[in-house]
């Protein structure tokens, strides 16, 4: 099964082939993104990545309801639920 995950933007950077590339925190733990998909998102939006793609924005109160979900399907053993800054 695949999953797309929802994580939060902290930080746009041009890579050296010109993608536009993220990092995104997932609860705390932050891993890096491609932005093609999605050159319109910014800093601090949500987006859903999968396999290292994020695929589409959403806002902050869907990313929160997709993580409760997880959770309750325990699939985010070691991910905490992101809480608005």
Do not use: T, W
């Amino acid at each position: 099964m695949c999953l797309g995950v929802p994580g939060k933007i902290v930080e746009i950077e041009d890579s050296p082939l010109g993608m536009p590339m993220a990092k995104v925190s997932f609860g705390g733990i932050v891993k890096e993104a491609c932005l093609a998909y999605v050159p319109e998102a910014q800093v601090g939006d949500y987006v859903i990545v999968h396999v290292g793609f994020a695929i589409s924005k959403i806002d902050e109160e869907e990313a929160r309801e997709v993580f409760e979900m997880l959770k309750q399907m325990e699939d985010l053993s070691e991910l905490e639920i992101p809480q608005p800054e």
